[in-house]
């Protein structure tokens, strides 16, 4: 676990690193400003923009459409505004060693790769790259049962803002993840504001 762990950090800190070296791509970035919600995110170009509540009903937020073909999105920011609350999602900011471990242990049924990284000082947020298997529960008694394969899988952050804000950010990128656009969402995410 331990080992697991620090392979998603160092990976995460050297696309941090690479952020930094890559400032060129933030000077051609397009910001955008959400008219709804207040915040601004840099995005890799300018996306076409619905609300979250057209895929997901009763939810608050947006998707950020960079890639699509008709109603197939290839490539987007889904970002959830009050996507949880303090019961559900620790602070992760408060975290010791060993809770931090032991709640990156507990995401690990939902995540293939997990990390607690920061996206500004002082502030600490959740990575996490969904799993190909999942376990599923197929007779309705609350156990799971079978093993189930997903089609493609996305790139979760969440976090909270100085402000008080609460967002979850997930990454679609069909068909496959690709490296650089985690990096571009990671980027966002750093330079996020609400």
């Not at 998707?63 to 019961?87: C, M, P, Q, R, S």
């Not at 709640?103 to 607690?116: F, I, P, R, S, T």
């Not at 803002?161 to 969402?185: F, Q, W």
Request: charge should be negative; charged fraction near 25%.
């Amino acid at each position: 676990m331990k080992k697991l762990f620090l392979t998603l950090f160092a990976f995460i800190m050297s696309v941090s690193f690479a952020f930094a070296e890559e400032a060129g791509n933030m000077a051609s970035a397009v910001i955008y400003k959400s008219p709804t919600y207040g915040f601004t995110i840099p995005c890799p170009k300018k996306p076409n923009v619905i609300p979250i509540s057209a895929l997901y009903e009763g939810r608050k937020g947006e998707v950020l459409i960079f890639e699509n073909e008709e109603y197939f999105i290839k490539h987007a920011w889904l970002i959830f505004v009050d996507a949880f609350t303090d019961d559900k999602v620790p602070n992760f900011n408060e975290l010791t060693g060993a809770t931090a471990e032991e709640y990156l242990k507990k995401m690990k049924k939902n995540y293939e790769d997990v990390a607690l990284a920061p996206i500004s000082e002082g502030n600490i947020a959740f990575f996490g790259i969904t799993a190909k298997q999942i376990e599923i529960d197929t007779t309705g008694d609350g156990k799971p049962d079978t093993m189930a394969e997903v089609d493609n899988q996305t790139f979760n952050v969440f976090f909270r803002t100085k402000k008080g804000g609460r967002y979850h950010i997930e990454l679609i990128d069909n068909p496959v993840l690709r490296a650089e656009s985690m990096r571009d969402c990671r980027l966002g995410v750093n330079l996020f504001e609400d």
